[in-house]
């Protein structure tokens, strides 16, 4: 299917169901019934498939942009900002629980949660004897990944979160628990192994495969693999089972690594080989949040967006960041933040291209601003786009990071490994960014490279969940070192190589670090959920399954 096909499905759902109107405030309300829930609906094929477009979509869309940046690359070290006060707190470790941020995530987790529970009780209830077992496997299939995918996020952000399978029945339920960090992990990879049954081999283009369920339970069991350890050991069988999921990825799916690491951020570039999941958004503002709005709040100036938003001139890299970024990762760097001196043809065609400015003296201190997500102006994409809405997709799961988790998955407890699958698969990221071959890999060098593959992805803040379950003394001493103060670049002149800043010096103007515990590891639940559902501040109970 065509990505055309595909959008028209997200058009078509969007208005015969209305799904905006059902994106509740909070975890407890029920999903309103409209026309989805039909028994006239389900009649085809067709439109057992337009009933799941959505999830691909505006469901995500308060967990999308500035929360992304917040949750993932905020917390992980990878951004800063001195300006947004919801974001600082996220940098600073000091979130408040009335934060804009927090609650659009929890409550867009909690939406994908809903929609997908109740798209799961309305097949298996209104499907017409026309619609193939085929279809309703793979709609069943769609919505549990999408359920899993947001339970792993819940759990690995707040900790113990209410496991909800049916809104209809446990809607207005304030009695309701929390389930225990086992159980949601356990619920998450249920879902995802429910999901690599059910889905097709392939697909078209854009949509959910097993292998794309098969890349997320290894992500899944990778981070598992350390809770609850003992003496810093993970556990050998999820490691095993991390390794067994990805390897098949690599071995038996379409999926590969895109050749040039900057196209993977063209929305010409949507739905390439290298994506086993990515949100499909639509250039369209309206209806809101079909769009995709990350450049409207990231993009240094309007002239980069053509429209009058492009409101992040203010926010950029960390300090951390460009202090522990190797010059000669340039490639990588290049597309993810724009340093002085850099020329992006791809943007403001019209004008000739975007030339990030370069100083008149060598007291270059404000901060390096965004390029990863930032695609232009209508005019850059084919005369699509609008103000606060772009059609360039979110990246959920790229190949490159299932080639990490399968050479993490071999590492395993060992202090490093010279094992040949390992090294090959590390390496062959690495030399897609220019870098040369390794010969050794330890946990150091793993968290470094998914750093600088992944900055910008929401992905960081993550990594350091990983960590922190069997190694909790290593997790925060990376985020108590980071330094989040005020620098400046210098470009080294004569350095520019094929257009890309090769050597450069960072220097710290401003000194500043943050300090995480074990208590503002994991965010607080939001002051509107508290109040609703009290039991939030009992202990967690295992979930009975």
């Known amino acids: 299917m065509k990505r055309y096909n595909f959008l028209k499905y997200i058009f078509l759902f969007l208005t015969i169901c209305g799904l905006t109107s059902s994106c509740k405030d909070d975890f407890l309300e029920r999903p309103p019934l409209s026309n989805l829930t039909a028994g006239t609906f389900f009649n085809t094929d067709a439109e057992l498939l337009t009933s799941t477009a959505a999830l691909?979509?505006?469901?995500?869309?308060?967990?999308?942009?500035?929360?992304?940046?917040?949750?993932?690359?905020?917390?992980?070290?990878?951004?800063?900002?001195?300006?947004?006060?919801?974001?600082?707190?996220?940098?600073s470790f000091a979130v408040s629980n009335t934060n804009g941020a927090l609650k659009d995530s929890w409550s867009s987790f909690y939406n994908i949660i809903a929609q997908s529970n109740v798209l799961i009780s309305n097949v298996n209830t209104y499907a017409k004897p026309a619609v193939s077992a085929t279809a309703k496997k793979t709609a069943l299939g769609e919505a549990r990944y999408m359920r899993g995918l947001a339970y792993s996020l819940l759990v690995q952000n707040w900790g113990p979160v209410p496991i909800i399978t049916d809104n209809i029945k446990q809607g207005g339920d304030t009695t309701l628990s929390r389930n225990t960090v086992e159980s949601v992990w356990e619920f998450a990879i249920r879902d995802m192994q429910y999901a690599i049954a059910n889905l097709p081999a392939t697909s078209t283009t854009g949509r959910l495969t097993k292998y794309s369920a098969e890349g997320m339970l290894a992500r899944f069991y990778l981070t598992r693999s350390g809770l609850n350890s003992s003496n810093g050991q993970r556990n050998q069988m999820y490691l095993d089972s991390a390794k067994y999921y990805a390897r098949d990825v690599i071995m038996n799916s379409p999926y590969k690594l895109m050749d040039n690491y900057a196209d993977l951020f063209f929305t010409k570039n949507n739905n390439n080989p290298e994506?086993?999941?990515?949100?499909?958004?639509?250039?369209?503002?309206?209806?809101?949040?079909?769009?995709?709005?990350?450049?409207?709040?990231?993009?240094?100036?309007?002239?980069?967006?053509?429209?009058?938003?492009?409101?992040?001139?203010?926010?950029?890299?960390?300090?951390?960041?460009?202090?522990?970024?190797d010059p000669i990762d340039s490639i990588r760097r290049k597309a993810t933040y724009m340093f002085p001196g850099d020329h992006y043809p791809?943007?403001?065609?019209?004008?000739?291209?975007?030339?990030?400015?370069?100083?008149?003296?060598?007291?270059?201190?404000?901060?390096?601003?965004?390029?990863?997500?930032?695609?232009?102006?209508?005019?850059?994409?084919?005369?699509?786009?609008q103000v606060q809405a772009t059609g360039n997709n979110t990246y959920m799961q790229r190949l490159a990071d299932v080639y990490f988790i399968y050479a993490e998955a071999i590492l395993g407890n060992n202090a490093s490994t010279t094992d040949p699958e390992a090294l090959k698969y590390f390496n062959a990221v690495r030399n897609r960014a220019g870098?040369?071959?390794?010969?050794?890999i330890n946990i150091d060098k793993i968290l470094h490279e998914r750093r600088y593959e992944f900055a910008v992805e929401g992905d960081a803040w993550y990594d350091i969940v990983r960590l922190y379950y069997y190694?909790?003394?290593?997790?925060?001493?990376?985020?108590n070192a980071q330094q989040k103060g005020e620098y400046k670049i210098d470009i080294k002149p004569g350095t520019y190589a094929n257009g890309r800043i090769r050597e450069f010096t960072t220097t710290i103007l401003v000194p500043r670090t943050y300090t995480v515990n074990d208590a503002t590891m994991f965010l607080p639940y939001p002051d509107t959920e508290l109040a609703m559902a009290p039991n939030l501040r009992k202990p967690p109970v295992p979930y009975k399954f």
């Not at 870098?435 to 050794?440: F, K």
Request: net charge negative; aromatic share 14%; proline share 6%.
């Open 435 to 440: 870098l040369p071959s390794v010969t050794s």
């Open 56 to 91: 691909y979509n505006q469901v995500w869309a308060g967990a999308n942009g500035q929360s992304l940046l917040a949750f993932g690359d905020g917390r992980g070290g990878n951004f800063f900002t001195p300006y947004v006060a919801d974001w600082l707190q996220f940098c």
């Open 275 to 325: 994506q086993l999941f990515g949100l499909q958004w639509v250039p369209l503002r309206d209806p809101w949040g079909v769009g995709n709005g990350f450049q409207s709040q990231f993009a240094e100036n309007s002239t980069i967006t053509g429209g009058s938003d492009g409101w992040g001139g203010g926010h950029g890299a960390s300090a951390d960041y460009v202090l522990n970024l």
């Open 346 to 385: 791809e943007l403001n065609k019209k004008g000739g291209g975007w030339a990030e400015p370069i100083p008149s003296a060598s007291t270059y201190s404000n901060i390096a601003h965004f390029k990863k997500y930032i695609v232009g102006t209508p005019d850059d994409n084919e005369g699509k786009g």
């Open 471 to 479: 190694n909790p003394t290593k997790a925060k001493a990376i985020i």
